[in-house]
């Protein structure tokens, strides 16, 4: 039996599901319902046809309801729909490693399958932990994060995350050896900057100060975004992740990359890594992984780090890690998909050549009432907006829906509009998107 839940569902309707990272009764009793997607748009319970500006959420880099990807899932659920990762393997986790590995950076060849990206954070984590240990320095347990940074929701991608609402109600329970560098978003000296900006750099040298408070022999890692997306799309200053790589190197400390939302052709090439060329010795990945079809998350590590943990009797278990779900054969044969469309249809580079266009369309709102910034890379976007004295993320909301009503989904975070359509998006979409945006701030007080 298929629930239906109608256009004029009743509150009672949808009272029993308690909605992640949402104002559950604001929500509720005004639902914004999708039914039906396919290609760049959503349709609601009702009917309105609504261009998605978000990729879903940062994940449907594809398009929606690609035919390719769900009658490979469809074929793996008819033929073994789940089989154990632990002591046991399938075939096409062993060839989905090896697609990965050939378009991930040099020398990341070996792959951890997760489910999520919080999944893949506290994985990549433990790993590095871990990698000490096994070297003979177990002392080296600290963790470094960056403020506005998002790891997910697990406890060490909290801990090392830098939103204050993702930690607050957990303060006293997130991991105690961990410290945070400052975040690199400072409109004063960058706003409106196209593309990365040039003032920030030296904060990357702030990593020296943590690392002579703490001493390198206890540090294991440093892990930031290459581009923050959750906090509202916050840039590295040119140089900057080159710097953290400098100093990661000089101490002998891991540098971690969360690329949950660059991965898989967000930026112009399939990591964002590449295009500042900057290797971690660990990178966490998921959402694109699928296009969204089913949850699934990757952590790619260096040879190094591997090897470090292959010692000792060959039957005895070098990682006690993992999950139930990791390697899942309907996630695989949806990735593996995946990676035919994005191969086939050149969607892991589109995004630099589209990125002159979607950069001259989000600029072009600028000089709009209570537009304060304006920043862009590859196809990625924000829009940040005053607040209302007062009223923080109010401003920002009222936006958000007057977008949605107008037929284009964006994203909110505070006052910022975060912007990142999949990649298939159109030269006239584009210009839908911001003309819808520029549209609701002007009739937004």
């Known amino acids: 039996m298929n629930a239906r839940i109608t256009p004029h569902a009743s509150r009672t309707d949808l009272d029993a599901f308690w909605m992640p990272f949402t104002a559950n009764r604001q929500f509720k009793g005004n639902p914004r319902l999708l039914t039906r997607a ?34 490979a899932v469809a074929l793996q659920l008819g033929t073994m729909e789940y089989a154990p990762a632990f002591q046991m393997g399938h075939p096409l986790a062993f060839e989905l490693a090896n697609r990965l590995v050939e378009i991930a950076p040099p020398g990341m060849d070996r792959v951890f399958f997760t489910n999520s990206g919080s999944e893949s954070v506290d994985t990549a984590l433990k790993i590095a932990i871990a990698y000490h240990r096994a070297r003979g320095q177990g002392q080296r347990t600290r963790l470094i994060g960056r403020e506005k940074g998002y790891h997910g929701v697990g ?37 409106f900057t196209r593309g990365l900006p040039h003032w920030g750099m030296h904060l990357a040298n702030e990593l020296e100060r943590l690392i002579a408070l703490h001493d390198a022999s206890n540090i294991a890692a440093v892990i930031v975004e290459p581009i923050a997306g959750s906090a509202g799309v916050v840039l590295p200053p040119a140089g900057y992740l080159k710097r953290l790589r400098e100093i990661c190197d000089k101490h002998d400390i891991l540098l971690i990359f969360d690329e949950v939302i660059t991965g898989f052709g967000r930026v112009g090439k399939p990591f964002a890594s590449q295009v500042f060329d900057v290797t971690p010795d660990l990178m966490t990945s ?42 899942h054969p309907a996630a695989c044969a949806a990735a593996l998909a995946t990676l035919d469309v994005y191969t086939r249809e050149g969607l892991l580079t589109r ?47 009222d936006v958000f829906l007057k977008c949605f009503e107008r037929g284009v989904m964006v994203r909110v975070t505070g006052d910022t509009i975060a912007l990142s359509p999949p990649l298939i998006v159109e030269e006239k979409q584009i210009a839908q998107i911001v003309e819808t945006l520029a549209g609701a701030i002007r009739d937004t007080a």
């Open 155 to 191: 406890f060490g991608g909290m801990s090392v995350g830098g939103m204050v609402n993702n930690r607050k109600f957990f303060a006293g329970a997130l991991l105690p050896s961990v410290d945070h560098l400052p975040h690199t978003l400072d409109i004063a000296h960058n706003a």
């Open 38 to 71: 396919e290609g760049m748009h959503y349709w609601t319970a009702d009917g309105q046809q609504v261009l998605d500006a978000v990729a879903g959420l940062w994940c449907v880099n594809a398009g929606h309801s690609r035919r390719e990807i769900t009658e």
């Open 286 to 327: 998921a959402k694109g992984l699928t296009n969204g079809a089913i949850p699934m998350g990757a952590v790619f590590a260096q040879r190094k780090i591997y090897d470090a943990f292959m010692q000792g009797p060959e039957n005895a278990i070098e990682l006690f890690h993992g999950y139930t779900y990791s390697a």
């Open 351 to 397: 995004a630099a050549d589209l990125a002159p266009t979607w950069q001259e369309a989000v600029h072009s709102i600028r000089g709009a009432a209570n537009v304060v910034d304006i920043r862009n890379f590859g196809l990625i976007g924000a829009v940040e907006l005053e607040a209302r004295p007062g009223k923080p993320g109010t401003r920002g909301f």
